[in-house]
């Protein structure tokens, strides 16, 4: 009950990713604006990401899914309400956007503790890749239900739809937390308590050689692999393809990453989480420099496909390994300093990507760099001592 009850929640991320930025686009044609109310959960972790981690590790983490789940149907119920009576307004809708992707930031911090108190061992891979699946089904599925109800003058029906959904969540929650233990813990108030334990948190972290190397690794990655921004330009104006062909490109990295949901968890029973991930960013960094190689709709589908399935594997073997050896009441500040570290690195390489094509005038030559320096990165933190690094136990 409780993974369906999430896949449910995702499939409302899913709809809220083309939902909010069309509804915005009804009111202003401004970019800006638009880009601004599509990276809602982006912004929400650069405000709240790091504080976040901090109150959840002081809270019951159950409950803050509750709240947030509470919080999300409601915002968007507004949303509903504020576009069929015809009230809606720029600022308003921004406000509640934002608010909504805050909510999410301290959803996703909890989640991953109640992740791993319900799933121990060997199932939490296994729980964390229908999660994962949900997840990537939800951004195929959520976009193109927007899209149909959007043309037919329904984009309210989306708004109520992402409530409804926010809400099957929530009522599943409330449906099985009698059978989990309260999990808060006593703290001190104020803000320098809450500071201190952020700095414990930060401490942890840089104390755990394995985990410096994976972030660090992780941190580099993002910012090469932040260079897939530039897919739809290359397929779009350098390959010449239509709009239908980038759609095909964009379909088959679904698919690739449905795949690498579904494939995770036998390949970390194989190969181990710390392999799994050294080779799978390897992968996908040679998968990104054959983005360079292609020269049709075919060949450019099968690199994204690949693409895509490494990144997937990646993000599930290292969240798995970091959720099993990150004691339980350090995991959310861990997790929420990680994400935004991650975060913050991603718009640095899009702006560094997007100048190196524009001053060589083709974006070839970046994927192929980008890629290598992936490839590159992924051998050199193994060598730095991600190949010493033992399978993980249960951290408590």
Same mark, same amino acid.
Request: glycine share 10%; aromatic share 6%; net charge positive.
């Given at each position: 009950?409780? *993974?369906?009850?999430?896949?449910? +929640? ?8 083309? =939902? ?23 912004? /929400? ?24 789940? !509470? #919080?999300?149907?409601?915002?968007? #119920? ?46 939490? %891979? &296994?729980?964390?890749?229908?999660? $994962? ?6 951004? %195929? ?11 037919? /003058? $329904?984009? /309210?029906?989306?708004?109520? =739809?992402? !409530? ?19 999990? +808060?813990r006593r703290a001190s108030a104020g803000w ?14 840089? +104390?755990? &050689?394995?985990?410096v190397i994976m972030t660090v690794v992780q ?33 088959? /990295? ?6 690498? !949901? ?11 989480? %710390?392999? *799994? ?22 060949? *450019?589908?099968?690199?994204?496909? !690949?693409?895509?399935?490494? %990144?997937?594997?990646?993000?599930? #073997? ?11 009441a350090l995991l959310g500040r861990v997790t ?43 051998? =050199? ?16």
């Amino acid at each position: 009950m409780f *993974l369906s009850g999430q896949a449910v +929640s995702l499939l409302g991320d899913g709809l809220a990713v083309l =939902a909010i930025p069309l509804l915005v686009l009804g009111l202003t044609r401004s970019p800006l604006i638009s880009a601004l109310s599509a990276a809602s959960v982006t912004l /929400g972790y650069l405000a709240v990401g790091l504080p976040a981690g901090v109150v959840v590790d002081r809270l019951d983490a159950w409950r803050v899914l509750v709240v947030t789940d !509470a #919080a999300r149907a409601v915002a968007f #119920a507004a949303l509903y309400l504020l576009w069929v009576t015809g009230a809606a307004r720029l600022w308003v809708i921004m406000a509640i956007a934002l608010a909504a992707g805050a909510a999410s930031v301290f959803f996703e911090t909890a989640l991953v503790i109640v992740v791993k108190d319900q799933f121990p061992g060997p199932r939490l %891979i &296994r729980a964390n890749s229908v999660l $994962e699946l949900a997840s990537q089904a939800a951004l %195929i599925a959520g976009p193109a239900v927007v899209g149909v109800l959007a043309a037919a /003058g $329904e984009l /309210g029906a989306a708004l109520l =739809a992402d !409530a409804v959904t926010f809400g099957v969540s929530l009522i599943t929650l409330l449906a099985v937390r009698g059978n989990v233990p309260h999990t +808060s813990r006593r703290a001190s108030a104020g803000w320098r308590a809450m500071v201190a334990d952020f700095r414990a948190g930060i401490g942890y972290l840089l +104390s755990v &050689r394995v985990l410096v190397i994976m972030t660090v690794v992780q941190i580099i990655v993002n910012l090469c692999l932040a260079t897939e921004k530039l897919m739809f330009f290359y397929a779009r104006d350098t390959l010449g393809l239509s709009a239908a062909g980038v759609g095909a490109v964009v379909a088959a /990295g679904g698919v690739g990453g449905v795949a690498g !949901a579904l494939s995770a968890s036998w390949l970390a029973g194989r190969f181990g989480q %710390i392999r *799994l991930v050294v080779l799978t960013v390897a992968a996908s960094g040679l998968a990104l420099g054959s983005v360079s190689l292609t020269h049709s709709l075919v060949t *450019l589908c099968a690199a994204n496909l !690949a693409y895509l399935w490494a %990144i997937t594997v990646a993000s599930l #073997a290292n969240r798995t390994y970091r959720q099993l050896i990150v004691p339980r009441a350090l995991l959310g500040r861990v997790t929420s300093t990680v994400r935004l570290l991650f975060l913050t690195a991603d718009p640095l390489g899009v702006v560094i990507a997007g100048s190196l094509a524009t001053a060589i005038g083709d974006p070839r030559p970046v994927f192929l760099g980008a890629g290598l320096l992936v490839a590159v990165t992924a051998a =050199a933190g193994w060598r730095a001592g991600l190949r010493r690094a033992g399978p993980a136990g249960p951290a408590r």
